[in-house]
């Protein structure tokens, strides 16, 4: 027993893909590895009033953040999930791409005399990334469809008015198909959707989501919630009752954000089938 307490704990800051190796080979050794987001270290730090940085002195702080705070070990996620999660990203990233072309190419469309040769080279990089799009979303489709489990939970989860497939995919990618989540509160902390309140005293100020969570969640939230506006009637009555009280659309739009990202957790968790009508016949 005494043996088991006194082993060794590697901490490592996330670094994006340049921890993963080590944090790989650790836990294929047997040993016990922590990865703290960067932003909890640098808010740890500022608790020790370190004005220096070093990276000796950034090591001494990951270190005593280890020996002060309680740490979670790290999982790695099963090889089908890391590939779940990489064909997301690569989606994503070619998403992005394409709507910067997109959005070039509207205003090449309206300028005055652009060069036909221009706009075609233009017109050919959008169809460039449309089709690699389609050549990534076919690819994860095929690893769902052969996996008799996933094919079951997306099932279940694609019954969610407004939400589609690549949606579904980022969400369960970054979260290792929900394995590292406890409950619904951590689900949107983790996706950085979780509302960040400013109160001293009489004085309070304005309140925002955090955005320090997971990119790829966020941005892959944000058109289902416009569609769901349209097809997912809850959600509507929700939206037009926060709509109401609140000044800028884009915090009620937020909270549908929200909202779909509990479901889609909720679902999961309980192997359950959306139902538009739960409320009412819960009451």
């Known amino acids: 027993l005494k043996e088991r307490e006194s082993r060794v704990w590697f901490l490592m800051e996330a670094t994006g893909v340049y921890n993963q190796e080590l944090a790989y080979y650790l836990v294929g050794e047997g040993e016990q590895v922590s990865i703290q987001l960067a932003n909890k270290v640098k808010n740890f730090s500022r608790s020790l009033n370190t004005k220096s940085k070093t990276d000796l002195m950034d090591a001494e702080v990951i270190a005593q953040l280890g020996l002060e ?31 910067r ?18 706009l075609q080279r233009h017109q050919r990089q959008k169809a460039f990334y449309t089709d690699l799009m389609e050549e990534v979303e076919v690819e994860l489709k095929m690893i769902i469809q052969e996996d008799e489990f996933l094919r079951e939970k ?43 309140e400013k109160q001293s005293g009489k004085s309070r100020g304005k309140s925002h989501i955090s955005k320090k969570g997971n990119r790829f969640i966020r941005r892959a939230l944000f058109m289902p919630s416009l569609c769901a506006l349209k097809h997912n009637e809850p959600l509507k009555d929700f939206y037009k009752r926060l709509a109401e009280r609140k000044p800028v659309k884009k915090i009620a739009v937020t909270a549908v954000s929200r909202k779909l990202l509990i479901l889609t957790y909720t679902l999961w968790k309980n192997d359950t089938t959306f139902d538009p009508n739960y409320r009412s016949k819960a009451a």
């Open 101 to 118: 072309i997109k959005n070039q190419l509207h205003a090449l469309e309206k300028a005055y005399q652009t060069s036909p040769k221009i």
């Open 154 to 196: 997306m099932r279940r989860l694609k019954t969610i008015p407004g939400v589609g497939f690549m949606t579904l995919i980022i969400v369960i990618g970054e979260t290792q198909g929900f394995s590292l989540i406890r409950n619904s509160r951590q689900m949107v902390s983790y996706a950085g959707l979780d509302v960040v």
């Open 69 to 99: 705070r309680k740490v979670a070990a790290w999982k790695p996620p099963s090889d089908k999930m890391r590939q779940i999660r990489s064909l997301g990203r690569e989606y994503s990233e070619l998403r992005e791409k394409r709507s």
